[in-house]
């Protein structure tokens, strides 16, 4: 079995050989590319400023394949995405505190959700349900507690007006 090996310089200018490099700079290239696509696709999701997914996406080109890794070590830590999110749930919680931490529209006093009355300066804060007495909420046409329909005469918002004759002024006068 005689098999010709050719010398080491003929086989470099062989077609074999250029086809092989030239297909493995052609990987080279493509994956160069794609490292440099991911960071600006990883950027666009993580930056708002389209200058600066500019500069990422120039840091994933050049210097070759060290740019993704140097842009992930400056990237910002989370998506943008989540961020919003997260903002959306403080702000959620923000107002479900607020609705916890109800006052009262005259003395300020904290009142509870349930009061019809506000305790220290005696405001009317809520009308009470004609058949089962529980407090109602200014918007509510009918009580969600017993179905029953509230006559839309009734004085929900002028309640929540202060009522001069009640309030602090009679004890500070009486000082
Ligand atoms: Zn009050
Ligand atoms: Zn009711």
Same mark, same amino acid.
């Given at each position: ?98 609705? =916890?931490? #109800?006052? $009262? +529209?005259? *003395?300020?006093?904290?009142? &509870?959700?349930?009061?019809?009355? !506000? %305790?220290? @300066?005696? /405001?009317? =804060?809520? #009308?009470? $349900? +004609?058949? *089962?007495?529980?407090?109602? &909420?200014?918007?509510?046409?009918? !009580? %969600?507690? @017993?179905? /029953? ?5 009734? +004085? ?20």
């Amino acid at each position: 079995m005689t098999v010709a090996v050719p010398p080491l310089a003929q086989s470099l200018d062989s077609p074999d050989w250029t086809l092989l490099r030239n297909l493995g700079i052609g990987l080279v290239v493509v994956l160069w590319l794609a490292t440099a696509y991911w960071t600006f696709k990883d950027a666009r999701r993580r930056i708002e400023d389209p200058w600066l997914i500019a500069l990422a996406t120039l840091i994933g080109l050049f210097p070759p394949f060290l740019g993704p890794i140097i842009y992930m070590f400056f990237r910002p830590p989370e998506y943008l995405q989540d961020a919003r999110e997260r903002e959306l749930e403080i702000k959620a919680m923000e107002e479900r505190l607020a609705q =916890l931490d #109800q006052r $009262c +529209p005259v *003395c300020r006093a904290r009142v &509870e959700p349930s009061y019809l009355v !506000c %305790p220290v @300066c005696t /405001t009317r =804060l809520k #009308q009470a $349900c +004609p058949s *089962c007495a529980q407090p109602l &909420e200014s918007l509510w046409q009918v !009580c %969600p507690y @017993c179905a /029953t329909e509230i006559p839309p005469s009734l +004085p929900a918002l002028e309640d929540l007006a202060p009522r001069p004759r009640r309030t602090t002024r009679r004890t500070k006068a009486s000082d």
